[in-house]
């Protein structure tokens, strides 16, 4: 691992480690998990870390990802996994709608996107998250699930096709609610929002 640290006591490269990425880890373990499971897999982790600090690979996020989400997928079950996911994307559609400028606007966004990504499989929510919240390339999301860059970019395709077909879904059924009330929507349709904007959005939006 290389950092501006590199000369450092080993105590002190693993603090470094911890300040610059436990709140990322403990972010992606709760989106997965209760509170008390997070936080115990998040410094699990990094317990896991300091036993292997002279090893570890630049940048760590995508290393320190894959070991929490092994961690997970010991300790938590498919089922409560999904579950705690969905109740956690539920959760970002709720909070400070009050409180924004233009409230209408930014809650239908954020409310079609997890309405949408509710019904995706767990798989291609994590490949979406990996990506647009955690910021990572194909190739550094594919070592988080152990797979090569292009199998892991062949599951992002696949998962933003599936978003975007969720997405298209609930468009039409908002269509169809407005003509049965008599009041459709005036305005033309506009650009479509990317898949990963949208997703991005739903984070950003909670934060």
């Not at 480690?17 to 699990?44: G, P």
């Not at 989400?69 to 579950?83: H, I």
């Not at 979406?128 to 910021?135: E, K, M, P, S």
């Amino acid at each position: 691992m290389r950092t501006d640290r590199a000369d450092a006591p080993p105590t002190d490269r693993l603090a470094d480690l911890y300040d610059r990425y436990h709140a990322r880890i403990l972010a992606f373990c709760l989106l997965r998990a209760d509170e008390t499971v997070a936080e115990e897999v998040a410094s699990e982790t990094f317990v896991i870390a300091w036993r292997k600090l002279s090893a570890l690979p630049d940048p760590p996020l995508p290393w320190l990802l894959g070991v929490a989400r092994n961690l997970l997928r010991k300790q938590y079950g498919a089922r409560m996994r999904r579950e705690t996911l969905l109740r956690r994307l539920a959760e970002l559609a709720d909070r400070r709608d009050e409180q924004e400028w233009d409230v209408a606007e930014r809650f239908v966004l954020r409310e079609s996107a997890v309405r949408a990504l509710s019904e995706l499989s767990e798989k291609h929510v994590e490949a979406l998250t990996l990506v647009a919240w955690n910021g990572l390339s194909p190739a550094e999301a594919g070592r988080v699930v152990g797979c090569s860059a292009g199998t892991f970019s062949v599951r992002l395709h696949r998962a933003r096709r599936a978003l975007l077909k969720e997405l298209e879904a609930l468009e039409g059924s908002a269509a169809r609610r407005g003509r049965g009330r008599g009041s459709p929507d005036p305005r033309p349709p506009g650009p479509r929002t990317p898949d990963h904007t949208i997703v991005r959005t739903v984070h950003q939006e909670a934060r």
